[in-house]
T-cell receptor
Framework: DTAVSQTPKYLVTQMGNDKSIKCEQN?????MYWYKQDSKKFLKIMFS???????INETVPNRFSPKSPDKAHLNLHINSLELGDSAVYFCASGGGGPRGEQFFGPGTRLTVL | GDSVTQMEGPVTLSEEAFLTINCTYTATGYPSLFWYVQYPGEGLQLLLK?????DKGSNKGFEATYRKETTSFHLEKGSVQVSDSAVYFCALGGGNQGGKLIFGQGTELSVKP
């Protein structure tokens, strides 16, 4: 019954590798998001998709590429991982328009060694 | 651009103490305001929201009132419990931000028995 789910929960990898994080929502929302939480717990938007179309791309390096196969899924692929990519990545979904609330997944803790 | 400022933590209280976490915002347009809570090792949960001036959001004994005149959305609870220990995030959505949430820096609350 999980509303927004992400896999994996933990991801430990070496610099230079490529990795993906998957996100799925069963809330029927049209819009999905990726946020990054840094080591000081600050949260910042990375991307937003509305019904499979990219609508927000917030000055994220092009090593990060989101992909939305359908409106219930939004995956994040990261190429050539760097130490600074270590963070917790949260997927979220929202259906209440630009002023509505968003519902967050449990997060993926990425550690780049 | 739009922004959210929260009081710095950590905040340490004894059980049954009164809690206030200050939040002020800068925004153009008419944003919605939210409080999210993050328990250790978990994702963000929506705690409460307010969508227009003078609205009061409330949930689980927590309250916050959308004050346009002071651009504030302070979180209060009359009697905190050890189980309220978490990081609390104030956020705004909408305005001119096209659907993304803009978060404050988070305030860590620790409640001692």
């Amino acid at each position: 019954d999980t509303a927004v789910s992400q896999t994996p929960k933990y991801l430990v990898t070496q610099m230079g590798n490529d990795k993906s994080i998957k996100c799925e929502q069963n809330l029927g929302h049209d819009t999905m998001y990726w946020y990054k939480q840094d080591s000081k717990k600050f949260l910042k938007i990375m991307f937003s998709y509305n019904n499979k179309e990219l609508i927000i791309n917030e000055t994220v390096p092009n090593r990060f590429s989101p992909k939305s196969p359908d409106k219930a899924h939004l995956n994040l692929h990261i190429n050539s991982l760097e130490l600074g990519d270590s963070a917790v990545y949260f997927c979220a979904s929202g259906g209440g328009g630009p002023r509505g609330e968003q519902f967050f997944g449990p997060g993926t803790r990425l550690t780049v060694l | 651009g739009d922004s959210v400022t929260q009081m710095e933590g950590p905040v340490t209280l004894s059980e049954e103490a009164f809690l206030t976490i200050n939040c002020t915002y800068t925004a153009t347009g008419y944003p919605s305001l939210f409080w999210y809570v993050q328990y250790p090792g978990e994702g963000l949960q929506l705690l409460l929201k307010a969508t227009k001036a003078d609205d009061k959001g409330s949930n689980k004994g927590f309250e916050a009132t959308y004050r346009k005149e002071t651009t504030s959305f302070h979180l209060e609870k009359g009697s905190v419990q050890v189980s309220d220990s978490a990081v609390y995030f104030c956020a705004l959505g909408g305005g001119n931000q096209g659907g993304k949430l803009i978060f404050g820096q988070g305030t860590e609350l620790s409640v001692k028995p």
